[in-house]
């Protein structure tokens, strides 16, 4: 059994450390590291990549429901848009700013402010749809300053500078491989025909010629989703570089 | 028609004024006004200036409206906080007790039902006997309300008077908490009273006297040079009274809620919450007479009287402050650990000061 012990000093180690301790007192009573950040008046200024509240671009989105499998909170939800397509609604009741959606998101369609105080008035509201995260949310900015912190060898500090900075970031586009389903196996396939109802850009299709079913993937269409590679059930479909 | 001049002589009060030159010819004037005179002679009667203005009740008045401000405001600054700050923010939230004490006074003060009533309320108001008696024999240079060569003695009786009060709080408030706050803080009494006492002992041995006045005078060299361990012992006793930061056990307010005080509200905890702070006042006032040579200093042009009460001041404020720093220094002990240094390192630091103090007198260094 191991026994915790307390270390022994001696009187002359003792001394050291109260002087120390009580010099360090003096010390930051004259010269003090304060760290507060007085937040309505001023802002913390904020990584580019803070995981915040989320923006969405339907422009981009190729409809891949990817956001809404990966969401560890089930804060996700799809619903379908009047152009037959579904775009994902956000739950902030759920959502625990994990950001897995922004990261697995193949098109680029969500993206991550800086924004990070969102008040609601009730559970309801937390429901974002998602004409509401195409617009810019209304934000009320009283601060004068940003502040940053900064960390050299020793010490913190703060450095307050007299801008205001802007809560939306512009990321960079991923650079996109573009992909596309290709049928590994065709000899397994067992003409269940899930790929084609699954595909929202109608890239694959069925034909019967001569009593046998031979299912097509159009390469032009494929945006490369990987929907049918999800719901294969013989698990012979996979993404390849186009 | 009665003069003036006779009623003051006759009062007795006109040999004993306070002199400050810099406003003597305003005073001169101010006969022609009637009764004026009266007043300004009395209120400058040395004995009075004592209790009503300084040591006594205006200075406590202003230092406990502005004495938790400095020291929630130094604790900030130490810890990179920022202490009171929204109330007047341009000032640093400078009058934040002032609205603290609006708040408690318009607050609803609730007795529980099995509290001893009488008690209950009683209390918070009779333990300013033993936090304001003290300022009566404590000079300001050499402003002092009664005069005895006693007074060191007197100081410590009404001193070790203190607990006893803490401990009717606790007792009418009839808590666990309070009960367990309580008992602690009978504990912590008898752990530091016998040291504390001892110090002051020493240095009535060192001095030879225990009239605050004559100690002052005789301070050549600060009592805190002389007999340094005393002052230590002193300052530690101090820190265990008025229950600061490594041995706030008593209130520990992690555990126990603030203790004994745990079950007030409104303007009666409004009148314990200052209590520590008088205490540690009369506290700091005898550690400035006993070691830091009382209201000696170099003389400030034009102040007359005045220049010893402002150096007094100066001395207690430096010594408050340390006190109240403490709390951002140390973390709290364990009662098992304030009982031993209590009893143990204080106990014989206190006893090698006696002996300290008795070398240097028979060795002749004062």
């Given at each position: 059994?191991k026994k915790?012990?307390?270390?022994?000093q001696?009187l002359?180690?003792?001394?050291?450390?109260h002087?120390?301790?009580?010099?360090?007192?003096?010390?930051?009573?004259?010269y003090?590291?304060t760290?507060?950040?007085f937040?309505?008046?001023?802002?913390?200024k904020?990584?580019?990549?803070?995981?915040?509240y989320?923006?969405?671009?339907p422009d981009?989105?190729i409809?891949?429901w990817?956001?809404?499998f990966?969401c560890?909170a089930?804060?996700?939800q799809?619903k379908?848009?009047?152009n037959?397509?579904y775009?994902?609604?956000?739950d902030?009741?759920?959502?625990?700013?994990?950001h897995?959606?922004v990261?697995?998101?193949?098109?680029?369609?969500?993206?991550t402010t800086k924004?990070h105080d969102?008040?609601y008035?009730d559970?309801d509201e937390?429901?974002?749809?998602?004409?509401e995260?195409?617009e810019?949310?209304?934000?009320i900015?009283?601060?004068?300053?940003?502040v940053?912190y900064?960390i050299?060898?020793?010490?913190?500090h703060l450095k307050?500078?007299?801008?205001?900075?802007?809560l939306?970031v512009?990321v960079t586009?991923p650079v996109?491989?573009?992909m596309?389903?290709?049928?590994?196996?065709r000899a397994?396939?067992?003409?269940?025909?899930?790929?084609?109802?699954?595909?929202?850009?109608?890239?694959?299709?069925s034909?019967i010629?001569?009593?046998?079913?031979r299912m097509k993937?159009?390469?032009d269409?494929?945006?490369g989703?990987?929907l049918c590679?999800?719901?294969c059930s013989m698990q012979?479909?996979?993404?390849?570089?186009k | 028609?009665?003069d003036?001049?006779?009623?003051?002589t006759g009062l007795?009060?006109?040999?004993?004024?306070?002199?400050?030159p810099?406003v003597?010819?305003?005073?001169d004037?101010?006969?022609e006004?009637p009764?004026?005179?009266?007043?300004?002679s009395f209120?400058?009667?040395?004995?009075?200036?004592a209790?009503?203005?300084?040591?006594?009740?205006?200075?406590?008045?202003i230092?406990?409206?502005?004495f938790?401000?400095i020291?929630?405001?130094?604790c900030?600054?130490?810890q990179?906080?920022?202490?009171?700050?929204?109330?007047?923010?341009?000032?640093?939230?400078i009058?934040?007790l002032?609205a603290?004490?609006l708040?408690?006074?318009?607050?609803?003060v609730i007795?529980?039902?099995?509290?001893?009533?009488?008690?209950?309320?009683?209390?918070?108001f009779?333990?300013f006997?033993?936090?304001?008696l003290?300022?009566m024999f404590i000079?300001?240079?050499n402003?002092?309300?009664?005069?005895t060569p006693?007074?060191?003695?007197?100081?410590?009786?009404i001193i070790?008077?203190?607990?006893l009060?803490?401990?009717?709080?606790?007792?009418a408030s009839?808590?666990?908490?309070a009960?367990?706050?309580?008992?602690?803080?009978?504990f912590?009494?008898?752990a530091?009273?016998?040291p504390?006492?001892i110090a002051?002992?020493?240095?009535?041995?060192?001095y030879?006297?225990?009239?605050p006045v004559?100690i002052?005078?005789?301070?050549?060299?600060?009592?805190?040079?002389?007999?340094?361990?005393?002052?230590?012992t002193?300052?530690i006793?101090a820190a265990m009274?008025?229950?600061?930061?490594?041995?706030?056990?008593p209130?520990a307010?992690?555990?126990l809620?603030?203790?004994?005080?745990v079950e007030y509200?409104?303007i009666?905890?409004?009148?314990?919450y200052?209590l520590c702070?008088e205490?540690?006042y009369?506290?700091?006032?005898l550690?400035?007479?006993?070691?830091?040579?009382?209201?000696?200093?170099?003389?400030?042009a034009?102040?007359?009287?005045?220049?010893?009460?402002?150096?007094?001041l100066?001395?207690?404020?430096i010594?408050?402050t340390?006190?109240?720093?403490?709390?951002?220094?140390?973390?709290?002990?364990r009662?098992?650990?304030g009982?031993?240094?209590?009893?143990?390192?204080?106990?014989s630091l206190s006893?090698?000061a006696?002996?300290?103090?008795i070398v240097?007198v028979?060795?002749?260094v004062?």
């Amino acid at each position: 059994m191991k026994k915790v012990t307390v270390q022994e000093q001696g009187l002359g180690e003792k001394v050291v450390r109260h002087a120390t301790a009580i010099g360090v007192a003096m010390k930051e009573s004259v010269y003090p590291l304060t760290a507060t950040v007085f937040y309505p008046r001023e802002r913390k200024k904020m990584p580019d990549n803070l995981r915040g509240y989320l923006m969405f671009d339907p422009d981009k989105c190729i409809s891949c429901w990817e956001c809404a499998f990966v969401c560890p909170a089930n804060a996700i939800q799809m619903k379908a848009a009047p152009n037959e397509r579904y775009y994902p609604t956000v739950d902030y009741g759920k959502c625990i700013f994990c950001h897995f959606c922004v990261d697995s998101c193949s098109g680029g369609a969500l993206k991550t402010t800086k924004i990070h105080d969102v008040a609601y008035k009730d559970m309801d509201e937390m429901l974002t749809l998602t004409e509401e995260m195409i617009e810019e949310p209304e934000i009320i900015r009283e601060d004068k300053k940003s502040v940053e912190y900064v960390i050299d060898e020793h010490d913190l500090h703060l450095k307050r500078v007299r801008e205001v900075d802007t809560l939306f970031v512009e990321v960079t586009p991923p650079v996109e491989i573009p992909m596309v389903s290709q049928c590994i196996d065709r000899a397994s396939c067992i003409g269940c025909r899930v790929c084609e109802e699954v595909c929202e850009s109608g890239a694959i299709s069925s034909s019967i010629e001569r009593g046998v079913l031979r299912m097509k993937i159009d390469t032009d269409k494929c945006t490369g989703c990987g929907l049918c590679v999800k719901e294969c059930s013989m698990q012979i479909l996979r993404l390849v570089k186009k | 028609m009665i003069d003036i001049n006779t009623v003051i002589t006759g009062l007795g009060i006109a040999g004993n004024q306070v002199s400050i030159p810099l406003v003597q010819q305003m005073l001169d004037l101010l006969p022609e006004i009637p009764m004026v005179k009266l007043i300004i002679s009395f209120i400058l009667w040395k004995p009075f200036f004592a209790a009503l203005i300084c040591p006594g009740f205006t200075t406590l008045g202003i230092l406990l409206l502005f004495f938790p401000w400095i020291e929630r405001k130094l604790c900030g600054r130490i810890q990179w906080r920022v202490g009171p700050h929204e109330i007047v923010w341009w000032l640093g939230g400078i009058i934040q007790l002032l609205a603290d004490s609006l708040r408690f006074l318009f607050q609803e003060v609730i007795v529980h039902k099995d509290a001893h009533r009488p008690y209950f309320l009683q209390f918070p108001f009779l333990t300013f006997i033993p936090a304001l008696l003290p300022l009566m024999f404590i000079p300001a240079g050499n402003i002092v309300a009664i005069e005895t060569p006693y007074a060191i003695q007197i100081i410590l009786a009404i001193i070790c008077l203190f607990p006893l009060f803490i401990l009717g709080l606790g007792w009418a408030s009839n808590s666990r908490f309070a009960f367990i706050g309580t008992v602690r803080e009978a504990f912590m009494y008898f752990a530091y009273e016998v040291p504390f006492i001892i110090a002051v002992l020493a240095m009535i041995v060192l001095y030879g006297t225990s009239d605050p006045v004559g100690i002052a005078n005789k301070q050549t060299i600060w009592g805190i040079i002389l007999n340094p361990i005393a002052a230590l012992t002193f300052f530690i006793a101090a820190a265990m009274a008025t229950s600061r930061m490594p041995f706030e056990i008593p209130e520990a307010d992690q555990e126990l809620a603030a203790g004994p005080h745990v079950e007030y509200s409104g303007i009666a905890f409004g009148l314990i919450y200052v209590l520590c702070y008088e205490k540690a006042y009369v506290l700091a006032g005898l550690m400035a007479i006993l070691f830091l040579g009382g209201g000696s200093g170099p003389a400030i042009a034009g102040l007359g009287d005045l220049s010893g009460v402002i150096w007094f001041l100066l001395k207690v404020v430096i010594v408050l402050t340390t006190l109240f720093a403490l709390r951002t220094i140390y973390p709290r002990y364990r009662l098992d650990q304030g009982l031993s240094i209590g009893w143990g390192a204080l106990l014989s630091l206190s006893l090698i000061a006696l002996a300290l103090s008795i070398v240097l007198v028979q060795g002749g260094v004062i």
